[in-house]
């Protein structure tokens, strides 16, 4: 079983910044692969970014590349999202997930488990 407990949502200005933490615990690996999804209101899940554990394999959605950045510090298994240049369509809730595979997806299916989300709400 993995633990995940995102942190670090919040009310931002559009252009503004933020970062996201998920905490992880229980059985976690550097070779396992962890993912930042998003849920818009009154929309479906949709991928953010993903990465495996400390390693150069990242992969981001169209809409959030160049703005935000997926990292990990393996130590303290912790996994980030830094956001930058924050727009009003980033409101959402953010969701940390992590399978138990070193292989990177980008589908929320492909995904065993799940923190219980933090709020980002972009102000324009």
């Known amino acids: 079983q993995v633990q995940l407990v995102e942190s670090g949502g919040g009310l931002v200005q559009a252009g503004g910044s933020l970062r996201l933490s998920c905490a992880a615990s229980?059985?976690?690996?550097?070779?396992?692969?962890m993912a930042w999804f998003r849920q818009p209101p009154g929309k479906e899940r949709e991928f953010v970014a993903a990465?495996?554990?400390?390693?150069?394999?990242?992969r981001y959605a169209d809409s959030v590349k160049g703005r935000f950045t997926i990292s990990s510090d393996n130590a303290n298994n912790m996994v980030f999202l830094q956001m930058s240049s924050l727009k009003p369509e980033d409101t959402a809730v953010y969701y940390c997930?992590?399978?138990?595979?070193?292989?990177?997806?980008?589908?929320?299916?492909?995904?065993?488990?799940w923190g219980r989300g933090t709020q980002v709400t972009v102000s324009s």
């Open positions: 997930a992590s399978r138990l595979s070193m292989v990177v997806a980008v589908t929320p299916q492909s995904y065993t488990y």
């Open positions: 229980g059985r976690t690996a550097s070779n396992y692969a």
């Open positions: 990465g495996s554990w400390g390693g150069s394999r990242t």
